[in-house]
């Protein structure tokens, strides 16, 4: 049974910066690319960002290219998306799935909220 857990979302005040961390189970891990998604509220879920499972690539969407890394630990099956220079437009809920471009599972974690707000 594939899963995902993310965490590590709060209220942050504009400027600030986060970590999240995902970790997941129930495929193998080490060799698969794993992405970060956002769904703001009203909105449809979108890509954040990518990272294949040799770390070498990285993917960003444009509103947060410059603004974010992406790391993975293979050894812990987890993945990590540092962000920065919060805007208000980052409120939304983090979820990570497997893939580079776009989700390979239908299952989702329950996500993780990140509201940036003063």
């Known amino acids: 049974q594939v899963q995902f857990a993310e965490s590590g979302g709060g209220l942050v005040q504009p400027g600030g910066s986060l970590r999240l961390s995902c970790t997941a189970s129930?495929?193998?891990?080490?060799?698969?690319?794993m992405s970060w998604y956002l769904q703001a509220p009203g909105k449809e879920r979108e890509l954040v960002g990518g990272?294949?499972?040799?770390?070498?690539?990285?993917n960003w969407a444009d509103a947060v290219k410059g603004r974010a890394r992406i790391s993975r630990d293979n050894e812990k099956n987890t993945v990590y998306l540092e962000m920065n220079s919060l805007k208000p437009e980052d409120t939304a809920v983090y979820y990570c799935?497997?893939?580079?471009?776009?989700?390979?599972?239908?299952?989702w974690g329950q996500g993780t909220q990140v509201t940036v707000s003063s």
């Open positions: 129930g495929f193998s891990f080490g060799t698969t690319d």
């Open positions: 990272i294949s499972a040799d770390e070498y690539g990285r």
């Open positions: 799935n497997a893939g580079y471009w776009k989700p390979v599972y239908d299952s």
